[in-house]
C-alpha cells in the first residue's frame, strides 16, 4: 500500500506513473516529428503515380506537376509546360501530336480519318473552282460551236497581266485557205476570211504554257498548205488526256519555242514566250490560241457547206482563266 505524499492528498506511486507517461508521451511525439522530416527530405521515386511519372508517360498530370521542367519528346524538342496546349512536336510537321509511345501518329484527312486524303478518280482533273473537269464531246453530233468547254489550263501564268482582243470570227483579210472560218461569201464568189482563234492580249515574253498534256504535233502535215508567214512561229499540242483527247491546241505569233516536234509536254509547262511573229506585227502583242476537234464540223454559209475542225477557243479558255474563278 502506497503513502500519501507530504501536503498531498494523493498517493506517491501515482505521481511516479503520471511521469513516466508524460516522459513516454514527449518521446513519441520527438519521434513522429523525426520520421517527418526524414520522409520530407527524401521524395519519393518517379513511381506511376507521381507528378513525374504523369508528365513523362501522356497521362493526365495533378495540379502539382503545373510548371514543372520540360522533358524532351521523341522530336529531340523540349515538350511545353503542362497546362498549356498539350503534347504538340513541331520538329516533323506543325501541328502533328505526339503519342504516349512518343511516335508521330498517322496524319488525318480532313475528314478527320486516318490516312492521307483521297485523290481524285484517275483522269478527273481538277477546274480551277476545284470541281472535276467535265470531258469534251467526242463526235460532231450535238457539237456546239460557240459554247462547249474543252477542260484545259490557262495558257498563262496566273501572275500575267492580260485581257482579251479579237474574238472567233472577227473580219480577216487574206485568202481562206481549207482548214480557216469564213465570215461569209463575196459578190464574186470567194470567201471572206475570218478569224480562226481567240486572242489574249499580253506583253511580249511572256511564258506560254501548254493548255493540257500531249504532243508536239507538225502543223503544215496537219493543215495545207501551211502559212507560217499568217501563224509566225507555233506550238501545236494534240492532247492524251482522258477528257479531251485527240484535241488540238495551235499557240501561235510565239518569239520563241522551247520544244521540239515529237515532244511530248505535261499541262502548265512552258512551251515559248509570246511575241509578234507572223502577221502579228504591228498589232498589239497578244497570244493567239486557237482549238480544233478531232472529228469535222458541218458549217454552212449561204448555201456554201464546209467541214472544219476549228470551233471557238473563247469559251474555254475563259472557263480557264484564273480571274474567273471567283
Not at 36 to 54: L, M, Q, T, W
Not at 87 to 114: D, F, I, K, N, R
Not at 145 to 167: E, I, K, N
Not at 246 to 263: C, E, N, Q
Request: hydrophobic share 40%; aromatic share 6%.
Amino acid at each position: 500500500m502506497t503513502t500519501p505524499g507530504p501536503g498531498t492528498g494523493r498517493p506517491q506511486g501515482s505521481r511516479a506513473g503520471t511521469g513516466r507517461a508524460l516522459t513516454l508521451g514527449a518521446g513519441a511525439i520527438v519521434l513522429a516529428a523525426v520520421v517527418f522530416v526524414a520522409v520530407a527530405a527524401f521524395p519519393r521515386s518517379s513511381g506511376s503515380g507521381s507528378p513525374a511519372a504523369s508528365a513523362s508517360s501522356g497521362g493526365a498530370a495533378s495540379p502539382a506537376a503545373r510548371g514543372a521542367a520540360a522533358t524532351p519528346t521523341a522530336c529531340g524538342t523540349p515538350a511545353p509546360v503542362l497546362g498549356a496546349a498539350s503534347g504538340l512536336c513541331t520538329a516533323p510537321s506543325a501541328g502533328a501530336t505526339v503519342s504516349a509511345a512518343g511516335s508521330l501518329p498517322a496524319a488525318a484527312s480532313p475528314s478527320g480519318s486516318s490516312g492521307s486524303s483521297p485523290s481524285p478518280a484517275s483522269g478527273a482533273a481538277a477546274s480551277p473552282s476545284g470541281a472535276p473537269e467535265v470531258a469534251a464531246p467526242t463526235s460532231a453530233r450535238g457539237f456546239k460551236v460557240r459554247a462547249t468547254v474543252v477542260p484545259l489550263a490557262f495558257p498563262l501564268p496566273s501572275t500575267a497581266t492580260h485581257s482579251y482582243g479579237d474574238a472567233w470570227r472577227a473580219p480577216r483579210d487574206g485568202v481562206a485557205r481549207s482548214y480557216n472560218q469564213i465570215r461569209g461569201i463575196a459578190a464574186d464568189g470567194s470567201y471572206l476570211r475570218a478569224h480562226d482563234g481567240f486572242d489574249i492580249l499580253v506583253k511580249n515574253g511572256t511564258p506560254v504554257l501548254a493548255p493540257f498534256s500531249g504532243t508536239i504535233v507538225d502543223a503544215a502535215t496537219r493543215w495545207k498548205p501551211w502559212d507560217p508567214g499568217r501563224y509566225g512561229n507555233v506550238v501545236v499540242i494534240e492532247s492524251d488526256e482522258p477528257t479531251s483527247p485527240g484535241y488540238v491546241a495551235i499557240l501561235a505569233h510565239l518569239s520563241k519555242t522551247s520544244v521540239a516536234i515529237g515532244d511530248h509536254v505535261e499541262r502548265g509547262q512552258v512551251v515559248g514566250r509570246t511575241g509578234q511573229t507572223g502577221n502579228a506585227v504591228g498589232t498589239k502583242p497578244h497570244l493567239h490560241m486557237e482549238l480544233r476537234a478531232p472529228f469535222l464540223i458541218r458549217y454552212g454559209y449561204a448555201g456554201v457547206i464546209r467541214r472544219l475542225d476549228v470551233f471557238d477557243a473563247e469559251p474555254s479558255i475563259r472557263a480557264a482563266d484564273p480571274r474567273s474563278v471567283r
